[in-house]
């Protein structure tokens, strides 16, 4: 089956948990595997920091635009052009040359709490479960996947709070 434009890539937020108290359980089922236990790349603890550039497996289409590269940022979003420190979400429409996804975008700081990770898959379980879990959501899509790629914010401090964490994790696949 091909597929149409807006489903050639796609974009998933799968959870996000914002807790005023750490636990320590484990992380719910509905995250996809994250950290040095998955392979992760882990970002440096760095207040307002992110990645070094990371080449994409495969190329992004974001509102029209192709990406082969991203920067994910420990503030909570992911930018394409360059790394941004930035903590104060723009106004919409934002009017700037750097596409952004944010999946939590606030002053988060890991450099006290938290690790900010990244992996990308092209086989392997992750790419069955994405597989599974869009055809289940859509039935009528037919879709399969060949690339994944996973970033998760994980106990992450909100800036000057350090009793707080947050869990999330973006996913984009095609």
């Known amino acids: 089956m091909r597929l149409s434009p807006v489903f050639q890539h796609m974009l ?23 950290g040095s236990a998955a ?8 207040d307002d920091g992110s990645s070094s550039v990371i080449q994409l497996l495969s190329p992004f289409l974001f509102f029209g635009r192709t990406y082969q590269q991203i920067y994910v ?16 979400p723009y106004s919409f429409p934002a009017n700037r ?11 988060l700081d890991n450099s006290v709490r938290g690790v900010v990770s990244y992996h990308q898959y092209t086989s392997g379980n992750v ?12 039935p009528n899509l037919n879709f399969s996947a060949s690339w994944v790629f996973v970033a ?9 709070l350090t009793n707080t964490v947050s869990l999330f994790s973006p996913l984009f696949f095609t």
């Open 12 to 34: 998933v937020f799968i959870s996000v948990l914002s807790l005023t108290r750490v636990q320590t359980t484990a992380a719910p089922a509905i995250f996809y595997p994250f």
């Open 39 to 46: 392979g992760d790349t882990i970002n440096a603890a760095v």
């Open 73 to 88: 940022n420990n503030n909570g979003h992911l930018t394409f052009n360059e790394p941004s420190s930035q903590f104060v």
């Open 97 to 107: 040359n750097q596409d952004i996804i944010a999946g939590l975008w606030t002053d």
């Open 127 to 138: 790419l069955t479960r994405t597989t599974q879990d869009i055809n289940t959501h859509f």
């Open 152 to 160: 998760t914010w994980d106990k992450v401090a909100y800036f000057s």
